[in-house]
């Protein structure tokens, strides 16, 4: 099985975890931004979920919503776990439980499910608060063992091998209330001073601000969350910065001059 490529605002960060070690699944965060590939076997592909990359913006809603859809012909039960990203697309990249009080709070409904054979079941992401920046959330949805004391239907058949399926983890982007995009590039070290993603597609360092100036483009292709910095391309640092990016899950690119160092952008 193989999944097309998506656009850059909703593939980067999707993941697949392979429980069994014959099947091969990869994603990257902020590396390889326009491609996600899995291979595994049509056997071990149990289920589906839709869509793999999704986002609350607090200002207009509090929840997310994911379809669970199953390709098995026996009953599956799921547990949802959400983690936290900490450092989202750096080396420094971890995970943690998601909060379940404060500002950066987050839960799901439900939290474990049964999923008949050819069925499906639609799972609520809900953000029980309001973050001062972006957030990003995997939402692991793992096969489990039947509890012991669940009731089944005489006909009904069961998948008893939770060991050949895959953790699908899908992500959750919660957005702050108020969303204030800015950035400054000090030499060629590009910082998000903002509290929302930006997703960098090309920088260029230019000799001036006029429309024939000699730029170099160079491809980034990376997501820069708030606080993060990333070093641009270039080897040799111009006073003038041309950067093209996307935010907040938009196709929309917008274009900005960088004159010194800061720039405030529109968009929010």
């Known amino acids: 099985m193989t999944f097309p490529s998506l656009p850059f605002f909703a593939s980067l960060e999707i993941m697949l975890i392979p429980i069994s070690k014959g099947c091969v699944a990869n994603a990257l965060i902020g590396a390889s931004l326009f491609a996600l590939s899995a291979v595994c076997s049509t056997a071990q592909a149990n289920m589906l979920i839709s869509p793999m990359s999704s986002s609350i913006d607090t200002k207009v809603s509090s929840a997310s919503q994911l379809r669970v859809h199953s390709r098995s012909d026996a009953t599956q039960y799921v547990k949802v776990v959400v983690k936290r990203v900490i450092n989202p697309a750096t080396a420094q990249e971890t995970e943690e439980d998601a909060p379940r009080s404060g500002e950066a709070a987050v839960t799901v409904s439900p939290s474990k499910f049964a999923l008949p054979a050819g069925g499906s079941r639609l799972v609520r992401v809900i953000a029980l608060g309001t973050p001062a920046k972006e957030e990003l959330y995997?939402?692991?949805?793992?096969?489990?063992?039947?509890?012991?004391?669940?009731?089944?239907?005489?006909?009904?058949?069961?998948?008893?091998?939770?060991?050949?399926?895959?953790?699908?983890?899908?992500?959750?982007?919660?957005?702050?209330?108020?969303?204030?995009?800015?950035?400054?590039?000090?030499?060629?070290?590009?910082?998000?001073?903002?509290?929302?993603?930006?997703?960098?597609?090309?920088?260029?360092?230019?000799?001036?601000?006029?429309?024939?100036?000699?730029?170099?483009?160079?491809?980034?292709?990376?997501?820069?969350?708030?606080?993060?910095?990333?070093?641009?391309?270039?080897?040799?640092?111009k006073p003038v910065w041309q950067l093209k990016y996307r935010l907040d899950g938009s196709a929309d690119v917008h274009q900005n001059t960088v004159h010194g160092n800061t720039v405030e952008m529109s968009g929010a």
Request: negative net charge.
């Open 138 to 237: 995997r939402v692991n949805f793992e096969p489990v063992a039947p509890d012991a004391d669940e009731e089944h239907g005489p006909t009904e058949k069961i998948a008893s091998n939770v060991d050949f399926a895959l953790v699908w983890a899908p992500l959750i982007r919660v957005l702050p209330g108020v969303r204030s995009p800015s950035m400054t590039v000090s030499g060629n070290t590009l910082k998000n001073t903002g509290n929302v993603r930006l997703a960098v597609l090309e920088a260029a360092a230019c000799e001036s601000d006029a429309s024939d100036a000699k730029c170099d483009w160079k491809s980034v292709e990376r997501s820069v969350y708030p606080g993060q910095t990333l070093e641009l391309p270039h080897s040799v640092k």
